[in-house]
């Protein structure tokens, strides 16, 4: 399984996406700043996340996602988890 998946900095708010084939793995290496383009952004929270079969299917997703469309996609998805409480 390969998942693919969206960081919300909680210092500047930005968001970064990724993929992996082991997602707690790869989420403890964002938390303790050994992922070079997260670490200045830290501290983190993972707002979203999918699973893929194949790992061309999650890097073409992943490309996707970093598209306008695909920025527009999670924020549509996410509009009230990013809007904030009510």
Wanted: charged residues 35%.
């Amino acid at each position: 399984m390969y998942y693919v998946y969206v960081l919300q900095s909680r210092k500047d708010k930005g968001l970064y996406t990724g993929y992996t084939d082991d997602l707690e793995k790869r989420l403890k290496k964002h938390k303790q700043g050994l992922v070079i383009s997260t670490r200045s952004r830290k501290p983190l929270n993972i707002i979203y996340y999918e699973a893929c079969l194949n790992k061309r299917d999650a890097l073409h997703r992943e490309k996707y996602l970093k598209t306008a469309w695909g920025k527009k996609f999670i924020k549509n998805r996410l509009r009230n988890y990013l809007r904030g409480p009510s």
